[in-house]
């Protein structure tokens, strides 16, 4: 029974079907919000779910250069990560998996997709894909480190004084003692997080790993059919974790006593993460240079999230 | 399964995606190609969307009159786009070598190397004969994928 429960978790509920289904929603509502923005009616919201089928049904070319089977398999390994890692998300309040470090543990599983980016780029053998990879693992390192603060920062607010990494403690904080966000120490950590979401997921002005109109979209220059399905979801996926961590970490799950209610609550928030750290910078930026992306995630981010542990530290 | 190709055939009409190659165009086609996927046309609500790979590509606009130092790129181009693929020829130079017909370094037309699905002419089309074109050849690309189901 146990494990029909867990499996039917795995593949429907926060699993598979749901996130995917609200991943791809929000990359649907993003691209028409931007399109709104710059005065076009733009593509309809399930326009991310019709690109996705097509894709399925496209012929799946492997390059003769390629080592096939890393080939076919990075974007299954990141899927299957995106996955476990929607598992330990709160979603709505209905917890599935959690632990006592659950938060380190979604720290390592954050970088598995961005790791088999880089694998699956570099097993293609194209030279994009080279440039690709180089500019996807310095984008890693450069918001690791803020985002290991920020992290830290919320650890040692939950557990008044210790470091506790579990998203249950977060979660039973915020009930007791209202949302993180206002929190006074923590308000520099909030900003850097959001700041953060957008190299995570890749979007613009961060999007320089994947660069479409300059190197081709980088790492997936060669990826075809099914396998360039999966990244695209993927990246859709990225979408509503990394927004969906910024709701559970800061703003906390609104209880209403439905559970339906509760999840279309946390949905609704999502959206607003999304639309306000992805849409809203995509549609007054440009694309950056790989040096000023660094530069700016070790400066500026890292130095507001380090604001914030300081004054965690301090006691505030 | 038939309702998921069915899902899948009517993406593909969808979300078709463009791989545009110049084939020693005059860059006036390549202008007017830009221009529909501006703010003002906005080719972007009926799913088109500019791919810089061919392997990502559904449509491939081609546009100029095939010169003898593009020949052989344009071969390899077609042959790295994945099936169900489109071929659209934008404006008369494809179509014909327009004014550079009889030049020693033309290698036109476009039918004599692959199946042209959609011909745009005109010199240069507007941008709106070039949105039906594309409209038309993302209809096209759903007959090619239930075809190729059988």
Redesign the interface.
């Known amino acids: 029974m146990i494990v029909l429960t867990t499996i039917l978790q795995i593949l429907i509920f926060p699993g598979f079907l749901f996130a995917s289904f609200i991943g791809l929603l929000l990359a649907g509502i993003d691209?028409k919000v931007l399109?709104r923005m710059?005065?076009?009616?733009?593509?309809?919201i399930i326009?991310p779910?019709?690109?996705?089928?097509?894709l399925?049904?496209?012929?799946?070319?492997v390059p003769a250069a390629a080592n096939r089977h890393v080939y076919m398999l990075a974007p299954w390994a990141s899927l299957c990560s995106l996955i476990v890692m929607c598992l330990f998300i709160p979603v709505g309040g209905l917890t599935f998996f959690s632990g006592n470090a659950d938060l380190i543990i979604i720290i390592y599983l954050l970088t598995i997709p961005a790791v088999c980016l880089i694998i699956g780029g570099s097993s293609s053998g194209s030279p994009?894909a080279a440039v690709g990879i180089s500019r996807e693992m310095v984008t890693m390192i450069a918001y690791e480190l803020p985002l290991i603060i920020v992290f830290l920062a919320i650890a040692r607010v939950v557990g008044r004084g210790e470091l506790v990494f579990s998203i249950k403690t977060v979660a039973e904080y915020q009930i007791a003692n209202g949302a993180l966000v206002s929190h006074i120490a923590l308000i520099p950590a909030a900003i850097a997080f959001l700041l953060i979401i957008p190299a995570e997921v890749g979007t613009q002005p961060f999007d320089t790993a994947e660069a479409?109109?300059?190197?081709?979209?980088g790492p997936?220059?060669?990826?075809?059919?099914k396998p360039?399905a999966l990244f695209k979801l993927n990246s859709s996926l990225k979408m509503f974790i990394m927004s969906a961590l910024f709701t559970t970490l800061f703003i906390g799950v609104v209880y209403t006593g439905n559970v339906i209610a509760d999840v279309v609550i946390f949905v609704a928030i999502c959206c607003l993460v999304t639309i306000i750290c992805m849409t809203l910078v995509h549609a007054v930026t440009a694309r950056l240079k790989i040096e000023h992306l660094f530069k700016f995630y070790w400066t500026v981010v890292a130095g507001i999230a380090l604001v914030s542990l300081i004054l965690v530290w301090a006691g505030l | 399964m038939s309702v998921l190709s069915k899902i899948i055939a009517d993406s593909a009409s969808k979300s078709p995606w463009i791989y545009h190659i110049n084939t020693g165009s005059c860059n006036g086609c390549d202008i007017e190609l830009v221009a529909v996927l501006t703010p003002r046309y906005d080719a972007e609500r009926f799913g088109f969307k500019l791919t810089g790979s061919p392997r990502h590509a559904d449509i491939v606009v081609v546009s100029g009159p095939i010169t003898t130092q593009s020949e052989e790129r344009l071969k390899r181009t077609l042959e790295q786009v994945p099936e169900p693929k489109c071929v659209v020829s934008l404006g008369s130079c494809p179509q014909s070598g327009n004014v550079f017909k009889g030049s020693y370094s033309i290698e036109g037309p476009l039918e004599k190397y692959v199946h042209v699905d959609v011909t745009v002419a005109g010199c240069t089309p507007k941008p709106e004969a070039v949105i039906e074109g594309l409209y038309k050849a993302a209809g096209i690309l759903k007959k090619k994928r239930e075809a190729m189901k059988k």
Not at chain 1, 38 to 44: A, E, F, L, S
Not at chain 1, 56 to 61: L, M, P, Q, S, V
């Open positions: 691209r399109a710059q005065h076009r009616i733009g593509p309809p326009q779910m019709y690109d996705f089928f097509k399925c049904g496209k012929e799946t070319i994009y479409e109109t300059e190197i081709c979209e997936l220059v060669e990826y075809s059919g360039l």
